[in-house]
Nanobody, 123 residues
Framework: QVQLVESGGGVVQAGGSLRLSCAQSGRTFSRYPMGWFRQAPGKEREFVAACNWSGGSTIYADSVKGRFTISRDNAKNTMYLQMNSLKSEDTAVYYC????????????????WGQGTQVTVSS
């Protein structure tokens, strides 16, 4: 059974940084693309970033491009999201997800999801 566990969320002031982690178990981590999504109160879940199996290819939502960096360590079965220059509009629950096979912004292509970690940016 595939399990994804996020960590690293918290409260940070605007302009600050946080690094989220996502640890996976139950599937060969290095074979599949991974992604980060977020959901703010009253809004739909939205794509943040994704990377291919090696982390060598990445895609980002326009809203986070240049501020967030996705990466992964296949030896540790862990993916990361480094978030810099945080804004109040980045406040959301952040979810990591494991793809069925494609590196994509489409959340329906992701088969497995973590429980989410709250990120709150205070202005």
């Amino acid at each position: 059974q595939v399990q994804l566990v996020e960590s690293g969320g918290g409260v940070v002031q605007a302009g600050g940084s946080l690094r989220l982690s996502c640890a996976q178990s139950g599937r060969t981590f290095s074979r599949y693309p991974m992604g980060w999504f977020r959901q703010a109160p009253g809004k739909e879940r939205e794509f943040v970033a994704a990377c291919n199996w090696s982390g060598g290819s990445t895609i980002y939502a326009d809203s986070v491009k240049g501020r967030f960096t996705i990466s992964r360590d296949n030896a540790k079965n862990t993916m990361y999201l480094q978030m810099n220059s945080l804004k109040s509009e980045d406040t959301a629950v952040y979810y990591c997800a494991a793809s069925r096979g494609a590196m994509t912004h489409d959340l329906y292509e992701y088969a497995y999801w973590g429980q989410g970690t709250q990120v709150t940016v205070s202005s």
